[in-house]
């Protein structure tokens, strides 16, 4: 309403809670979790309308595979230059894969992460017992091609690309300027003068004034007193899988109340309401 591409108010009975971390690092509700999936993209791999693993030819360029004499299987990625975050940050291969070396840590159970990392990759559990000082199956080859190798045991699987459906992240944004990530020729670790740290990946967590993002829109405000996101479009966003770009300018996601959230969609403070189950009140809408 309030702009050229318009404004959309997105009205929910499930309270934000404030946490749009990636995706299953943490447990968050339905309305985080939608407002994570509009500020978060670029996935290697992605699912088509039919539910179907797909390459996504926005963020790959290339990809290989091959099953090694062991049974574990490698999967090679190159991804295409010029991507960029939401605040023109360049996006490359490390950008990929620190986190798959930050979920074979400690660190990330130390913070209550939902990361398993080091059961799927080769040399993520040596790394994560301390055994390993790198994770030898997650490699940085340049800086826009990595390859992850993943563990006989999940091998063969129908749905192997679910494994490389891995998402861009800021290295600097969650883990500060002190620490990067880097591959001697025997896996990826993490080097610097800083050090990956659970108060670091905490802060990131919950910072939302100048949150680095890398899907269709980014987080413009989030004002806890009235439980409402305001989103914006991202300019750097170049398309999901099939290049399918965002139209509306700013996307407001606001609690309401369950009994009054039809006055509010009648009179026009609201624009969209969902998950309503109730017969009477889909019959009123």
């Known amino acids: ?53 797909v390459v996504n030819p926005t963020i790959a360029k290339n990809i290989e595979s091959v099953v090694n004499p062991d049974g574990s299987k490698t999967f090679t990625v190159t991804i ?3 991507l960029t975050y939401n605040n023109g940050e360049e996006i490359k291969a490390a950008d990929f894969l620190w986190a798959e070396v ?14 398993t990392g080091y059961l799927t990759y080769v040399g993520g559990q040596e790394y994560y017992d301390g055994a390993a000082t790198a994770v030898s199956g997650i490699r940085l080859i340049d800086d826009y091609t990595f390859s992850v190798t993943i563990v006989a045991d999940k091998i063969p ?22 620490v990067e990530l880097k591959d001697d020729g025997e896996g990826c670790y993490f080097a610097g003068n800083g050090e990956m740290s659970g108060e670091a990946i905490t802060a990131a967590r919950y910072l939302y004034d100048g ?3 890398s899907g ?13 996101a305001t989103l914006k479009i991202n ?11 965002p139209s509306i300018e700013t996307v407001v996601v606001k609690l309401v109340d369950s009994a009054t959230m039809l006055d509010q969609l009648q009179t026009g403070s609201v624009d969209l309401i969902d998950g309503i189950g109730e017969g009477y009140m889909i019959n009123a809408c």
Do not use: H
């Open 1 to 53: 309403r309030s702009s050229e591409k318009g404004t959309i108010v997105y009205g929910s009975s499930t309270e934000l809670g404030g946490d749009f971390a990636p995706d299953s690092w943490w447990t968050n509700n339905a309305t985080d979790k939608m407002v994570r999936n509009l500020t978060n993209d670029y996935t290697v791999t992605t699912t088509n309308q039919g539910g179907e693993y």
């Open 80 to 82: 295409n230059e010029g």
């Open 102 to 115: 930050f979920s074979c840590s400690k660190v990330a159970m130390d913070v209550g992460a939902k990361l």
């Open 157 to 178: 699987y129908y749905y192997d690309l679910r494994y490389i459906q891995l998402q861009p992240l800021s290295i600097k944004y969650w883990l500060g300027d002190g």
């Open 211 to 213: 949150r680095v993002c």
């Open 216 to 228: 269709p829109y980014y987080i413009e405000s989030w004002d806890v007193a009235a439980n409402e």
């Open 235 to 245: 300019p750097n966003y170049p398309g999901n899988f099939e290049g399918q770009k």
